[in-house]
Protein backbone atom coordinates (compact mmCIF):
# COMPACT_ATOMS: atom_id res chain seq x y z
CA UNK A 1 0.00 0.00 0.00
CA UNK A 2 1.06 3.90 -0.22
CA UNK A 3 1.58 5.41 2.58
CA UNK A 4 -1.41 7.67 3.05
CA UNK A 5 -3.71 4.06 2.18
CA UNK A 6 -1.92 1.88 4.92
CA UNK A 7 -2.80 5.90 7.39
CA UNK A 8 -6.32 5.40 5.89
CA UNK A 9 -6.97 1.98 6.30
CA UNK A 10 -5.81 1.56 9.15
CA UNK A 11 -8.19 0.07 12.36
CA UNK A 12 -8.82 -1.02 15.47
CA UNK A 13 -9.66 -4.89 14.90
CA UNK A 14 -11.43 -6.57 17.59
CA UNK A 15 -12.63 -10.22 15.79
CA UNK A 16 -9.52 -12.27 14.29
CA UNK A 17 -9.46 -15.63 12.54
CA UNK A 18 -7.48 -18.55 13.78
CA UNK A 19 -4.76 -18.13 11.86
CA UNK A 20 -1.44 -17.74 13.30
CA UNK A 21 1.23 -14.63 13.43
CA UNK A 22 5.00 -16.31 12.18
CA UNK A 23 7.81 -15.44 14.55
CA UNK A 24 9.21 -14.02 11.06
CA UNK A 25 5.77 -11.34 10.83
CA UNK A 26 6.19 -10.85 14.21
CA UNK A 27 10.24 -9.36 13.65
CA UNK A 28 9.22 -7.69 10.74
CA UNK A 29 6.86 -5.06 12.43
CA UNK A 30 8.90 -4.61 15.43
CA UNK A 31 12.03 -3.93 12.79
CA UNK A 32 9.36 -1.20 11.30
CA UNK A 33 9.16 -0.20 14.99
CA UNK A 34 12.11 0.82 16.08
CA UNK A 35 12.55 3.17 12.74
CA UNK A 36 10.46 5.42 14.65
CA UNK A 37 11.97 8.66 15.50
CA UNK A 38 13.31 9.57 18.90
CA UNK A 39 14.48 12.02 21.27
CA UNK A 40 18.26 12.45 20.68
CA UNK A 41 18.15 9.29 18.92
CA UNK A 42 17.91 7.07 22.31
CA UNK A 43 15.71 4.78 20.97
CA UNK A 44 14.22 4.01 24.35
CA UNK A 45 12.12 0.68 23.66
CA UNK A 46 12.24 -2.65 23.60
CA UNK A 47 9.55 -5.15 23.14
CA UNK A 48 7.89 -8.52 24.46
CA UNK A 49 6.25 -11.21 21.86
CA UNK A 50 3.76 -13.27 22.89
CA UNK A 51 2.65 -15.88 20.47
CA UNK A 52 -0.31 -18.33 20.33
CA UNK A 53 -4.17 -17.66 20.59
CA UNK A 54 -4.64 -19.51 23.71
CA UNK A 55 -1.27 -17.81 25.19
CA UNK A 56 -2.56 -14.71 24.30
CA UNK A 57 -6.53 -15.72 25.72
CA UNK A 58 -5.47 -16.76 29.09
CA UNK A 59 -3.56 -13.87 29.87
CA UNK A 60 -6.78 -11.55 28.81
CA UNK A 61 -8.84 -13.93 31.45
CA UNK A 62 -6.47 -12.73 33.99
CA UNK A 63 -5.87 -9.35 32.89
CA UNK A 64 -9.92 -8.94 32.80
CA UNK A 65 -10.54 -10.33 36.34
CA UNK A 66 -7.73 -8.21 37.86
CA UNK A 67 -9.40 -5.39 36.21
CA UNK A 68 -12.71 -6.51 37.54
CA UNK A 69 -11.50 -6.59 41.27
CA UNK A 70 -9.06 -3.27 41.03
CA UNK A 71 -10.66 -0.96 38.66
CA UNK A 72 -11.12 1.71 40.69
CA UNK A 73 -7.44 1.37 41.73
CA UNK A 74 -6.47 2.33 38.40
CA UNK A 75 -6.24 5.62 36.41
CA UNK A 76 -8.79 3.61 34.43
CA UNK A 77 -12.45 5.20 33.94
CA UNK A 78 -14.76 3.16 36.46
CA UNK A 79 -17.48 3.50 33.58
CA UNK A 80 -15.37 0.99 31.60
CA UNK A 81 -16.84 -1.54 34.00
CA UNK A 82 -19.66 -2.07 32.38
CA UNK A 83 -17.98 -2.93 29.31
CA UNK A 84 -15.54 -5.80 30.50
CA UNK A 85 -18.04 -7.66 33.05
CA UNK A 86 -20.08 -9.39 30.58
CA UNK A 87 -18.60 -13.51 30.90
CA UNK A 88 -18.34 -13.49 26.60
CA UNK A 89 -16.20 -10.25 26.61
CA UNK A 90 -12.31 -10.89 25.74
CA UNK A 91 -10.00 -8.40 26.38
CA UNK A 92 -7.68 -9.21 23.30
CA UNK A 93 -10.47 -10.51 20.87
CA UNK A 94 -9.31 -13.39 20.34
CA UNK A 95 -6.02 -12.56 18.79
CA UNK A 96 -3.32 -15.04 18.35
CA UNK A 97 -1.21 -12.69 19.03
CA UNK A 98 0.19 -9.46 21.10
CA UNK A 99 3.51 -7.20 20.66
CA UNK A 100 4.01 -4.59 24.31
CA UNK A 101 6.42 -2.07 23.30
CA UNK A 102 8.10 -0.90 26.52
CA UNK A 103 10.00 1.92 27.77
CA UNK A 104 13.03 1.24 29.34
CA UNK A 105 13.45 4.80 30.73
CA UNK A 106 11.02 5.83 33.22
CA UNK A 107 11.44 9.55 31.30
CA UNK A 108 8.34 10.80 29.83
CA UNK A 109 10.34 11.52 26.79
CA UNK A 110 10.82 7.24 26.45
CA UNK A 111 6.88 6.89 26.63
CA UNK A 112 6.65 9.36 23.79
CA UNK A 113 9.34 8.11 21.75
CA UNK A 114 7.29 3.98 22.65
CA UNK A 115 4.08 5.56 21.15
CA UNK A 116 5.69 6.51 17.78
CA UNK A 117 7.22 2.84 17.79
CA UNK A 118 4.13 1.16 18.35
CA UNK A 119 2.53 3.17 15.63
CA UNK A 120 4.81 2.19 13.23
CA UNK A 121 3.98 -1.48 14.13
CA UNK A 122 0.18 -1.10 13.69
CA UNK A 123 0.91 0.91 10.49
CA UNK A 124 3.42 -1.75 9.21
CA UNK A 125 0.93 -4.58 9.99
CA UNK A 126 -1.98 -2.98 8.10
CA UNK A 127 0.34 -3.26 5.28
CA UNK A 128 0.92 -6.66 5.63
CA UNK A 129 -3.08 -7.12 5.47
CA UNK A 130 -3.08 -7.76 9.54
CA UNK A 131 -5.12 -6.10 12.16
CA UNK A 132 -3.83 -4.73 15.34
CA UNK A 133 -5.53 -3.03 18.36
CA UNK A 134 -3.96 -1.05 21.16
CA UNK A 135 -5.55 -2.73 24.18
CA UNK A 136 -4.30 0.02 26.72
CA UNK A 137 -7.46 -1.22 29.55
CA UNK A 138 -4.45 -4.07 30.08
CA UNK A 139 -1.44 -1.73 30.98
CA UNK A 140 -2.13 -1.46 34.45
CA UNK A 141 -2.03 -5.52 35.00
CA UNK A 142 1.08 -5.62 32.53
CA UNK A 143 2.84 -3.55 34.74
CA UNK A 144 2.36 -4.91 38.16
CA UNK A 145 5.24 -6.59 39.36
CA UNK A 146 4.42 -9.93 39.47
CA UNK A 147 3.35 -10.00 36.02
CA UNK A 148 6.20 -8.60 34.84
CA UNK A 149 8.37 -11.25 36.81
CA UNK A 150 5.86 -14.15 35.50
CA UNK A 151 6.85 -13.10 31.86
CA UNK A 152 10.33 -12.00 32.45
CA UNK A 153 10.52 -8.25 31.95
CA UNK A 154 12.54 -6.18 33.73
CA UNK A 155 11.28 -4.72 36.23
CA UNK A 156 12.56 -1.11 35.59
CA UNK A 157 10.40 -1.27 32.20
CA UNK A 158 7.11 0.18 31.78
CA UNK A 159 4.67 -1.40 29.55
CA UNK A 160 3.43 1.61 26.99
CA UNK A 161 1.34 0.18 24.52
CA UNK A 162 -0.07 -3.51 24.71
CA UNK A 163 -0.95 -4.51 20.83
CA UNK A 164 -2.90 -7.41 19.44
CA UNK A 165 -2.51 -8.58 16.41
CA UNK A 166 -3.82 -10.75 14.02
CA UNK A 167 -5.38 -11.61 10.53
CA UNK A 168 -8.92 -9.87 10.69
CA UNK A 169 -12.19 -12.00 10.12
CA UNK A 170 -12.80 -8.50 8.20
CA UNK A 171 -12.35 -4.89 8.34
CA UNK A 172 -14.35 -2.54 10.60
CA UNK A 173 -15.25 0.63 8.22
CA UNK A 174 -13.77 4.10 9.24
CA UNK A 175 -15.80 6.23 11.72
CA UNK A 176 -14.50 8.81 9.96
CA UNK A 177 -12.36 11.96 11.59
CA UNK A 178 -13.31 15.54 12.64
CA UNK A 179 -11.89 18.11 10.43
CA UNK A 180 -8.52 19.50 11.43
CA UNK A 181 -8.36 22.36 13.61
CA UNK A 182 -5.84 24.34 12.73
CA UNK A 183 -4.24 27.55 14.14
CA UNK A 184 -2.36 29.13 11.53
CA UNK A 185 0.35 31.83 13.53
CA UNK A 186 1.51 34.46 10.37
Not at 140 to 157: I, M, R
Request: proline share 7%; hydrophobic share 45%; net charge negative.
Amino acid sequence: MEALDVLKNRRAVRDYTGARVSREVIECLIGAAILAPSAMNLQPWSFAAISGREKVAALGERAKNWLLANLEETSLDPSLRKLIEPPEYRLFHGAPAMVLVLAKSPDIQAAEDCCLAAQNLMLAARDQGLGTCWIGLSRPWFNLTSVKHELKLPEQFEVIAPIILGHPTSWPESHGRKPAEIHWID
